[in-house]
């Protein structure tokens, strides 16, 4: 009997990156509060949401396995929301221009026994030098008020960075694929996985 799979996500970035693994899979939006703590840490907070995201959905899926992201842009202990409108995509890209900042993509796997285990991806992001007529071009081009960071790196927001370093470039997009497929592959119920 195959069992449900779950990626506990609304976005249609993250479904549609989900996609790519060719295997049979339900969203389901989570519900939870995504406030940081205090002192807490970025890699501490993309990795919790992460799980608490799996275990919102896993509440009411107890028999899937659910997975769950987070993703966390940081510049230093510095963590960027989602901008939510075009004044302040600018406004995050005016800070994030000529330096580098980081990505933290954490994912967890929610079992129907109880367990998660989670993996985490972190990309170093170098943005060139900006003016601002450019950065307000870019945000008028791509739209990315709904993007941790102010960018989407998948469409024009590319051609901002100098550089990246990343063990799993996915993660970039959102959801780092290499690290869900090892979590995947180390489940014992094999019928997830079309070998």
């Given at each position: 009997?195959?069992?449900?799979?779950?990626?506990?996500?609304?976005?249609?970035?993250?479904?549609?990156?989900?996609?790519?693994?060719?295997?049979?899979?339900?969203?389901?939006?989570?519900?939870?509060?995504?406030l940081?703590?205090?002192?807490?840490?970025?890699?501490?907070?993309?990795?919790?949401?992460?799980?608490?995201?799996?275990?919102?959905?896993?509440?009411?899926?107890?028999?899937?396995?659910?997975?769950?992201?987070?993703?966390?842009?940081?510049?230093?202990?510095?963590?960027f929301?989602?901008?939510?409108?075009?004044?302040?995509?600018?406004?995050?890209?005016?800070?994030?221009?000529?330096?580098?900042h980081?990505?933290?993509?954490?994912?967890?796997?929610?079992?129907?026994?109880?367990?998660?285990?989670?993996?985490?991806?972190i990309?170093e992001?170098?943005?060139?030098?900006?003016?601002?007529?450019?950065?307000?071009?870019?945000?008028?081009?791509?739209?990315?008020?709904?993007?941790?960071?102010?960018?989407k790196?998948?469409?024009?927001?590319?051609?901002?960075?100098?550089?990246?370093?990343?063990?799993?470039?996915?993660?970039?997009e959102?959801?780092?694929?290499?690290?869900?497929?090892?979590?995947?592959?180390?489940v014992?119920?094999?019928?997830?996985?079309?070998?």
């Amino acid at each position: 009997m195959t069992q449900q799979l779950i990626l506990a996500t609304s976005s249609p970035y993250k479904r549609r990156l989900f996609r790519r693994l060719g295997v049979d899979f339900d969203a389901v939006g989570p519900e939870i509060d995504e406030l940081r703590r205090q002192g807490e840490a970025p890699e501490e907070l993309a990795r919790r949401l992460a799980v608490e995201k799996a275990r919102a959905v896993q509440r009411e899926y107890p028999d899937a396995w659910v997975i769950g992201s987070d993703q966390v842009a940081a510049l230093g202990d510095v963590v960027f929301e989602k901008p939510g409108g075009i004044e302040g995509a600018v406004a995050q890209l005016k800070q994030l221009q000529s330096k580098t900042h980081r990505l933290i993509s954490a994912v967890a796997l929610a079992t129907p026994d109880g367990d998660v285990e989670t993996a985490t991806a972190i990309c170093e992001m170098v943005m060139r030098p900006l003016t601002d007529e450019q950065i307000r071009r870019y945000v008028r081009q791509d739209q990315p008020v709904d993007c941790a960071g102010a960018y989407k790196i998948e469409e024009a927001g590319v051609k901002l960075f100098e550089a990246t370093r990343c063990d799993d470039p996915t993660a970039i997009e959102g959801l780092p694929l290499t690290k869900v497929w090892g979590l995947l592959l180390n489940v014992e119920s094999v019928s997830l996985i079309d070998d």
